[in-house]
């Protein structure tokens, strides 16, 4: 529990001492660089690869997965309640992150670097896909080390997700969709969210609620 409520602190403080650089006009070498970097190794197998990957990080991905699992849960120990609180998961985090962009009002990369289509009125920072990524997929990976019975399953379903993870994140930057800093800035955000969340469900599951 100390750990956790310790990488909670540290993913929150991460978030702010990103926020902090952006505010400060601080970030521009470090997003340029990288952003440039991924820009020049663009190729056509690698940005199907992205669009492809990119898409796990949207919403009728996780409307598809929780149906699965629920029936998943439910049909092993009846625990009906990780599907519930996958939902509020996901669908606050959602919410989280469109406040926040309309907080912060970040303008999107450059139209001409841009590989997708996306809203003209939508803003970059933080990453509505990173954000959402971290917390329905780490959820996901709360509920193997909680639920499955193999060792050999529980590594591998971390180290799948946590890749899968990573890599919708870098997708967003090689498709021109965001910087690099409103990557970081979503995976803050989302591991901060995710575990303030499971805490409070724990506390409320604890109280009989």
Known sequence: MIALTLLCAFSLYIFFKITGSLHRGALADFDNGISAYIFENRSEGLTNFMIFITDFGNYYVYLA??????????????????????????ISAFVLNTFLKLYFVRPRPDLKLRL????????????????????????????????????????LAVLFLGILIVVIGISRIYLGAHYPSDVLAGFA???FWLLLVLGWLRFKSRQGI
């Open 116 to 155: 997708v289509d996306l809203s003209m009125e939508s803003y970059s920072y933080p990453s509505g896909h990173s954000m959402t990524a971290i917390a329905f997929y780490g959820f996901i990976i709360y509920l193997v080390l909680h639920h499955a019975k193999s060792n050999v399953l529980k590594y």
């Open 65 to 90: 997965s929780l149906p699965i699992i629920f029936f998943s849960l439910y049909r092993s120990k009846k625990h009906w309640r990780r599907s519930i609180e996958a939902v509020v998961v996901v």
């Open 189 to 191: 955000a989302g591991l």
